[in-house]
């Protein structure tokens, strides 16, 4: 199986690269606009350097990784989509000029553009978003789905910038799309590093007659949990917190009525766990192509979370309430 890697930063050595180099039937080739990043992958990890997209696509990829920092993936994808990759792999969020804060009506429209000028290659489209790997995560939508929880009736959220889009995404992985955001923004700006926003709070309905609230802010320390996640169903509930926070769970359909917590174990950082989601992401998208199968996480999702972003802005920049999928439509041709 042959993976393209297009940005060799960061991310894409620590959480990707020694991932995909002990997958045995995994040949890797890497393009970088600096040249010298892309080689010391190679040597790395090893591998082959392109020296262009052009010459990556014709290496003959079976899927492209495209990890390149979300302020730059729009333009990457400009240019990588007229060339016709088979399949891409997304980080997240799929498309943020301003950074993964600052997230605009404009970076949900071309995000949408761009999803269709794969879709008009034949190109398939997959998202990392591995915050559903994690292992408090796999094991909520196991016993959401095992028990009698029924519908779930609201959600609670209350989110660190840095955990952002991953979060939006779990919010609608465990509830459904949402119908209308009533936003505001606080007066206040956070800043973490060179990042800076202000908070935004907003009540929110979905299609399926759930309701929730989402707090997005950077002055969560980074010291503590860097999110917090309550989804609540007809029958129970669930709370989540943190990269390796435990997992409580509140089963009100057991016969006798049941609060568990599920730990991990305490013998590793909350950032180990964080590498390992990003390793179970992987493989579970690699074993999807080996069986030609759809992605786990679909391009789509990519575009959903930004749907629900660009709505939340102009609720906050127009003080009212929108209808996301009215004025927001995934398809290209409607109101947005």
Request: with cysteine; aromatic share 10%.
């Amino acid at each position: 199986m042959r993976i393209g890697i297009v940005g060799t930063g960061k991310v894409a050595r620590d959480c990707y690269l020694p991932v995909l180099a002990k997958e045995k039937d995994v040949e890797l080739a890497y393009f970088s606009r600096t040249s010298g990043k892309a080689q010391a992958c190679a040597e790395a990890f090893g591998g082959t350097v392109c020296e262009s997209l052009r010459a990556l696509v014709d290496w003959g990829p079976d899927s492209i990784f495209v990890l390149t920092n979300e302020t730059t993936r729009a333009d990457v994808l400009e240019e990588l989509l007229p060339l016709q990759p088979r399949r891409l792999f997304l980080e997240k969020p799929l498309v943020a000029r301003h950074g993964q804060d600052n997230v605009d009506e404009e970076d949900f429209a071309t995000a949408r553009r761009l999803l269709d000028k794969a879709a008009a290659v034949s190109c398939e489209t997959a998202m990392i978003f591995n915050y559903r790997f994690f292992d408090q995560t796999l094991a909520a939508r196991d016993i959401v789905a095992s028990r009698n929880f029924g519908e779930p009736v609201a959600v609670q959220a209350s989110v660190n910038y840095a955990c952002w889009s991953h979060c939006i995404d779990l919010a609608l992985f465990f509830v459904g799309p949402v119908a209308t955001v009533s936003a505001l923004t606080g007066p206040r700006e956070h800043r973490h590093g060179q990042a800076r926003a202000r908070d935004v709070a907003a009540a929110l309905t979905f299609r399926n007659g759930a309701s929730g609230t989402i707090l997005g802010t950077w002055g969560m320390n980074f010291a503590f949990p860097l999110y917090e996640l309550t989804v609540h169903y007809e029958r129970g509930r669930f709370h989540g917190r943190g990269l390796d926070g435990d997992l409580e769970v509140f089963d009100y359909a057991a016969a006798v009525k049941r609060h568990e917590v599920h730990a991990l174990t305490r013998n590793t950082s909350r950032w180990d766990q964080y590498k390992a989601s990003f390793g179970k992401s992987i493989r579970a998208y690699l074993q999807s192509l080996r069986e030609g199968t759809p992605p786990p996480v679909p391009g789509l999702a990519g575009l959903e979370e930004l749907q629900f972003e660009a709505a939340l802005r102009r609720s906050a920049r127009q003080g009212r309430q929108v209808n996301v999928e009215a004025e927001f439509p995934l398809q290209a041709g409607g109101t947005a």
